[in-house]
């Protein structure tokens, strides 16, 4: 029986005990779930007790502990609560003790971490609040003394118990030293009744033994404490709170970078230990600092948001989970971030758009002149590792890869055949710099220092160069094209190559550029020159970028080298800055009869008062882009260079510097009997072919008209010069004749 005494409001030590009306919480704390906490301690000789936090505890966490009986539907309300309150953060495995002699709280730390205040009821202290004949405790996370039965977080029972009832450890009925068992409580398994099948007349102090399970999982020490075989009882002197410290250990890890980058540091992690071989790992993205594990490591599964990474500098042993977002339902390329990929399992886990037949939407890359290989609900195997896609959702989402760490260097295969470009893609959970690649495989093995990557927003593909996209970063999971230097070689993904990365990053210098766009019925091309020190007029490897090749379209903007036309357009052409006004940039554009083309440019860090001239060759007329944009209706098919060029000029231009211009003349072969011979507006010219000893083999007149085709003689195979002769003077290209 308990027996109660007037109430007295007592202040000692650190501890406040107030009568509290009413409490509003507006904190953000930690929402707990039963078996977070578990009891330790009950003593009815000394009304003080024990519980361990079995969880974490975040700073403002509060919750309340009763001994208030449960009548089957509620808590009663005639006996006493106490309100605790976390004044700092608490970490898992800290036993916190109260001492109803002293009047405080200790804890296993040693620091105090929170305080106990009277909350409602009959004041415990002084007041033989647990009684003398047995009786419970309860913890709960709701309304003060009225909580639903699923916030009670767990309870403990000294009393005789009655037939039927758990275990013979708890009450069928509710009075003020008796209790039911919560529905929303087991017990044994996270509420412990102490008076074991009757086998004790009296329970008046109890404690988890010192040498029962002190280290373990939430779920295993919650097992044993809600044991009553391992507790000690004594029905003369009241236990002392253990001193044993709990460690709790966890399956479940949650990066947090709190302090770098290292896997092996303990407060890296939201545990505050590094995870062991069981462990189910979470890193998630909008972090300052990703993981890099510097050793082997051993864990269950790790899961990788999007937009994180992970760098493995040993063994990895462990399935893991890479994720990433797709904004749209538009066509992305891809690799796969893993090794041991399953196609089959991945098609199965996501809703891709479906083609012709039984067609999906996701395709590799063939450059044998089937382009993409659209797989199908029977595709089995693997991914292979460097290998890009094509991928389509019939909604946007999230694309989940699952498989194991790729720790090591990855060759993937690349050839030319019908043509050179090739579908590869990053293979590691971790960003590679793309100046890095391009000097890992600048042995031959790449025609050029460039990739192309697929803009899903503008439905184009991007150039990028080694010498002007140095310090751009390959994100995980992103696939590219590269052309094949050699009819079959292989490109390398390094080990070394990899970093951390908060966003997808461009890193260039402040050089001059012009960006020239020409927009028609709602679509745009681009195509840009860098002026960059170093560089020449005619083409330099990593940077000047050819325009991607692999689809074909009607309508292309690019530029042709000023030097040295091969008959490619390049997307990217880096200039040297010194020739930036007395240069004149062939434009290649691919329109049809009767198109209405809008010309505008965009520009970066050029000198104060440069102006960019669009010049058209056929009509002798030059449009200053730098006022405005330029709007024209084409009056025949254009499928190349030779019409336009542009020009950068401080001041006012020089028309007759620019007319007599005769470096912007291009010669190349277009096929076996042809050369193109372009920048030339109007009148007659005429093209001498020599040999490379000076030899004349042909002399063919014809009629400028900013493109001309010349017709060839049969020539062998090799190298010529070809004189053109024109009005204003003459000038001499070498070509190669294929």
């Known amino acids: 029986m308990k027996h109660f005494y007037p109430i007295q409001l007592l202040k000692k030590g650190g501890l406040n005990l107030l009568t509290l009306l009413s409490i509003t919480f507006t904190f953000a704390q930690t929402t707990l779930t039963t078996g977070d906490l578990a009891f330790t301690r009950i003593q009815m000789d000394d009304d003080s007790f024990s519980f361990v936090c079995l969880v974490p505890l975040e700073i403002n966490t509060t919750f309340y502990i ?98 039927g009832s758990p275990d013979n450890s708890w009450q069928l009925s509710a009075t003020t030293s008796s209790t039911f068992l919560p529905s929303s409580l087991v017990n ?12 004790r007349s009296e329970v008046d102090n109890a404690r988890y033994k010192t040498s029962a399970l002190h280290n373990g999982t939430k779920a295993d020490l919650l097992a044993a404490i809600t044991d009553a075989a391992n507790w000690d009882f004594d029905n003369t002197t009241p236990f002392a709170p253990s001193g044993t410290a709990f460690n709790v250990t966890t399956n479940d890890f949650t990066w947090t970078g709190a302090t770098n980058n290292d896997w092996a540091t303990a ?74 990929v399953n196609i089959a399992t991945f098609i199965g886990a996501h809703s891709l758009a479906s083609g012709t037949g039984s067609n999906l ?40 890869f699952s498989g194991n760490a790729t720790t090591s260097n990855v060759s993937r295969t690349i050839t030319q055949s019908t043509n050179n470009l090739n579908l590869v893609g990053n293979p590691f959970t971790s960003f590679v710099n793309l100046g890095s690649f391009f000097t890992t495989n600048n042995g031959g093995q790449l ?28 994100a995980p999971g992103q696939g590219f094209f590269v052309k094949a230097g050699a009819a079959s070689t292989n490109v390398t993904f390094n080990t070394s190559n990899q970093s951390h990365q908060s966003t997808e990053s461009f890193q260039r210098a402040a050089r001059p550029e012009i960006h020239l766009m020409a927009t028609s019925d709602s679509k745009s091309k681009t195509t840009k020159i860098f002026y960059i020190p170093g560089t020449t007029n005619g083409f330099d490897n990593g940077y000047d970028g050819t325009v991607f090749g692999g689809n074909s379209s009607t309508f292309e903007l690019a530029t042709r080298l000023v030097q040295g036309d091969n008959g490619k357009d390049y997307a990217i052409q880096s200039l040297p800055v010194t020739g930036m ?13 009767g198109q209405k083309i809008s010309f505008a440019i965009d520009t970066k860090n050029v000198p104060t008062g440069l102006n960019v001239y669009l010049e058209n ?101 090799g190298v010529y010069l070809v004189k053109v002769q024109t009005a204003l003077g003459s000038t001499t290209r070498k070509v190669i004749i294929n």
């Open 447 to 474: 025609a050029e220092q460039s990739v192309w990557m697929w803009n899903q927003a503008t439905s184009s593909y991007d150039v990028r160069m080694s010498g002007t996209h140095a310090g751009f970063q390959v």
């Open 66 to 163: 009763t001994d208030e009986a449960w009548n089957g539907t509620a808590l009663n309300t005639n006996e006493s609560e106490f309100l605790f309150t976390a004044t700092s953060a608490i970490p898992a495995g800290e036993e916190i003790s109260f001492n109803a002699s002293t009047n405080t709280l200790s804890f296993s730390g040693g620091s105090t971490l929170g305080t106990l205040t009277h909350s409602g009821g009959t004041n415990p202290i002084g007041n033989n609040w647990l009684g003398s004949g047995g009786d419970n405790l309860f913890i709960h996370q709701g309304n003060s003394r009225n909580p639903t039965v699923n916030q009670i977080i767990t309870g403990i029972s000294a009393n005789t118990g009655s037939i």
């Open 267 to 340: 407060s890296n992690w939201n545990t505050s230990s590094v995870p062991h071989a069981t462990a189910n790992i979470t890193i998630p993205n909008g972090l300052t600092n990703y993981p890099t594990a510097a050793s082997n490591i051993t864990f269950n599964t790790m899961t990788i948001a999007s937009g994180a990474t992970f760098i493995a500098q040993g063994t990895v042993t462990g399935s893991i989970t890479y994720s990433r977002s797709l904004g749209t339902n538009n066509w992305y390329l891809i690799s796969a971030p893993l090794s041991n």
């Open 188 to 199: 044994a398994t996270n509420a412990v009744g102490l008076y074991t099948n009757g086998v």
């Open 361 to 400: 939407g996701l395709a590799p890359y063939n450059n044998n002149g089937t382009a993409w290989n659209y797989l199908t609900n029977a595709a089995s195997g693997n991914w292979t590792n460097g290998q890009g896609y094509s991928i389509k959702l019939s909604s946007a989402g999230t694309i989940s």
């Open 617 to 717: 060759r056929e009509t002798g007329d030059y449009h200053n882009l730098s006022e405005k944009d330029f709007n024209t209706v084409l009056s025949a098919d254009l499928n190349g260079a030779g019409t336009y060029y542009l020009h950068a000029k401080r001041g006012v231009l020089n028309l007759d510097n620019i007319q007599n211009d005769l470096a912007a003349i291009s010669v190349y072969q277009t096929d076996t009997n042809s050369l193109m011979i372009t920048g030339l507006k109007s009148g007659k010219a005429e093209a001498t072919i020599f040999s490379l000893l000076g030899k004349r083999l042909a002399q063919i007149p014809f009629e400028a008209k900013g493109q001309s085709v010349v017709s060839l003689p049969t020539l062998n195979t």
């Open 581 to 593: 006004e007395t240069t004149a940039v062939p434009i290649s554009l691919k329109a049809k009869n």
